[in-house]
């Protein structure tokens, strides 16, 4: 994005944090050179060379801002890449194990086949029977769905943050020459790193969710109550209720994942 149609954004961005910086380094000479006919001069209000250099080093720092954030982005990289082994770096959302293909009967007509091949589809589609291969394969395919649909939507929140943060750093360094706003240089990289390094907390979720639902699904047995007015909660309904667990589990521990990170990161 950056390097086509939203690099001008932090143009703009470094434009301003260098006016915001020269105009004040203006004024503190001129208000002092006006008061002592000095250059530099000592006091509270006096042009010291510290607040020459400490203004052309912020400088230095609005117009290579980006270059800067690269770095430290190559070094949350490494962290993230360090901490993701184990997860094999990225969740699998797209590999399903094939279904096992049961040859046709012999000498079965094409009729008894397309027959066969629908009573197979309809068996599978009924929640029911998803026991045996049918079982694995459709709950293998409903994660995957699943992960497909959440695990984006907060990676995508995660992206957007760091898009914004990268814009408005320049202003935040020219801003931290202000004394209530001093502390924006420091809290722009912390604020850079938990968007960045949440990821690993994100990963976990998938992994810690998925491995959940392959235990319950496994001490799965359909309960069954025998008597008058009983009712039988089949195994592929319990599929379904576990399913909608792991939707929740995952939502809850993605929005709990950046506070975490928050208080970690302080």
Not at 59 to 72: E, P, R
């Amino acid at each position: 994005m950056f390097a086509g149609d939203l690099g001008y954004l932090v143009i703009v961005s470094k434009s301003i944090g260098a006016f915001i910086l020269v105009l004040s380094l203006w004024k503190s000479f001129f208000k002092s050179f006006s008061k002592t006919g000095k250059v530099f001069s000592e006091g509270d209000e006096g042009f010291s060379p510290y607040t020459l250099f400490r203004m052309l080093g912020l400088l230095l720092l609005v117009g290579f801002s980006t270059q800067i954030l690269d770095v430290f982005d190559s070094a949350c990289a490494m962290v993230e890449g360090e901490a993701l082994k184990g997860f094999n770096n990225k969740p699998d959302l797209f590999s399903v194990s094939a279904p096992t293909v049961t040859p046709p009967p012999a000498n079965e007509s094409a009729i008894d086949g397309v027959l066969r091949k629908m009573g197979e589809v309809v068996n599978m589609m009924n929640p029911t029977s998803w026991t045996g291969g049918a079982y694995t394969h459709i709950t293998q395919f409903l994660l995957k769905i699943l992960d497909f649909l959440i695990y984006p939507v907060f990676l995508a929140e995660r992206y957007f943050f760091m898009g914004l943060i990268k814009i408005f750093v320049p202003l935040m360094i020219a801003l931290s020459i202000f004394d209530k706003t001093k502390d924006y240089i420091y809290n722009v990289f912390k604020m850079y790193a938990r968007y960045y390094l949440v990821i690993i907390p994100y990963a976990f979720v998938v992994v810690f969710a998925n491995i959940l639902f392959d235990t319950m699904t496994v001490l799965i047995a359909p309960v069954s109550a025998i008597g008058p007015g009983s009712i039988a909660i089949s195994g592929g309904l319990m599929v379904i209720l576990a399913l909608i667990l792991v939707i929740v589990i995952k939502i809850k521990l993605f929005k709990m994942s950046m506070p975490f990170l928050k208080e970690l990161i302080k």
